[in-house]
């Protein structure tokens, strides 16, 4: 899918936002972009299973056809078939038949507690700071960026997503909401590459962040920042668009370094039972 290209002069600002890549084009394209060298069957069923997670793809949304798949992932309709198969297999798409049939997302991955505490307890608290910094360093660009070049259009959606996160009922659906407000940052920085960077952050610690393990978190303490986000992005204030995102990831932060020794403890005291016992 191609991206429109600004052409500029660097020694020359632009006197309005140059949209450099397209909000829907850009996250489509992380979706369905090169495989790596593994089983290809086995890779796609992971992409569009992680995309499922992070939100970009919703119940409901119907995916490009068997042989659109391959030519975007580079493989046979064979290949995407099988993919299919298992996520199928799994109960996360349907295929129908018929005029208006196509593969559509049924249901979304369910987050297991115990893989998440497991994940988590395989994570040093060094490993944990390192990846906040990772994300405040990714973030908080995107927010700079962001407060310059987004348009109305992209404001009003990253209202929405904040409204989406305020109406989630349940860890998975909050993680997902999360997961989408960050990277739709990174989509009104119109920088592929800090796209790609948010993407993989998500899908490594999204779902972690939010799962029900060790001290669950308050998502309505994290909505605050999240909001006061939104309004520095309308006031096109970098500064502080950059500076509440970092305060809402270092939040992030230590919340998960103190699920992490919550666990820990938990796991100490029952060890001790048990040897009591």
């Known amino acids: 899918m191609a991206s429109e290209s600004s052409g500029l002069d660097p020694a020359h600002a632009p006197t309005a936002p140059v949209r450099v890549i397209a909000d829907r084009t850009a996250l ?9 060298e593994v089983d290809r069957a086995e890779a796609i069923a ?3 299973r992680d995309s499922m997670s992070v939100g970009l793809l919703t119940e409901g949304d119907r995916l490009p056809s068997e042989l659109e798949m ?3 992932f580079g493989v046979s309709p064979t290949t995407v078939r099988d993919a299919l198969a298992t996520l199928r297999a799994e109960g996360l798409v349907d295929t129908r038949r018929g005029r208006h049939g196509g593969t559509f997302v049924v249901s979304l991955p369910e987050v297991s507690t115990g893989a998440m505490r497991e994940r988590l307890s395989a994570l040093s608290v060094v490993e944990l700071r390192d990846i906040g910094d990772h994300r405040a360093a990714v973030s908080t660009a995107s927010a ?6 987004a348009v109305e259009s992209d404001l009003e959606r990253f209202r929405r997503l904040v409204s989406a996160l305020a109406a989630a009922q349940d860890p998975a659906a909050r993680a997902r909401a999360d997961s989408r407000i960050w990277l739709e940052l990174a989509v009104m920085a119109q920088s592929r590459r800090l796209l790609g960077l948010e993407l993989q952050l998500q899908l490594e610690i999204g779902e972690l962040l939010w799962a029900p393990v060790g001290s669950p978190g308050d998502h309505r303490t994290a909505l605050e920042p999240l909001q006061q986000l939104a309004d ?9 668009a950059a500076l509440v995102t970092g305060r809402r990831i270092a939040a992030d932060t230590f919340h998960m370094i103190d699920q992490k020794l919550t666990l820990a403890l938990r796991g100490a005291q029952e060890d001790g039972s048990h040897d009591r016992a």
């Open 28 to 36: 489509r394209d992380h979706i369905y972009r090169a495989l790596p």
């Open 46 to 48: 992971n992409r569009l």
């Open 70 to 72: 391959a030519e975007s």
């Open 144 to 149: 700079r960026l962001a407060a310059s070049r």
């Open 232 to 240: 520095a992005l309308e006031r096109r204030d970098a500064e502080a």
